[in-house]
């Protein structure tokens, strides 16, 4: 017998926390600053940020934490200082940015910090 979806207890497999996952949203917008097309592991933290954001699943968080640890000493602190420059923007403005207009589309282009150079 299962139980109707808003009856069930909390699955010890999901994100639940506000704090993860706010920490999960602001991760992912500073690799999008940071990202440069041709990267993989940039590719592959981005995707699995992206999925930890959709499924809320633990899983999938650990798999981005993994991802992190796995990229360019040079590109995990130019994230991480993206991400603490947006935690101190949250935590002034007390929640996400406002957002006055769309944000340019980076998907076939690169992060704000332009192409690496050899």
Sequence with gaps: MSLPPG???PDANMLDDEAALCSIE?????????FVPGILELRTLRDSLQD???TRSAAAGQLAYS????VDPEFRN??????????TLRRRNG?????????????AGR???GPRRA
């Design 67 to 70: 991802a992190f640890s796995r």
């Design 78 to 87: 130019r994230i991480s200082h993206h991400a603490l420059t947006l935690a």
């Design 111 to 113: 992060g704000i910090d």
């Design 95 to 107: 929640g996400p940015m406002p957002v006055a207009a769309p944000a340019p589309d980076r998907s």
């Design 52 to 54: 930890a954001r959709r």
């Design 7 to 9: 009856n069930r207890p």
């Design 26 to 34: 602001i991760l992912a917008e500073a690799v999008e600053m940071a």
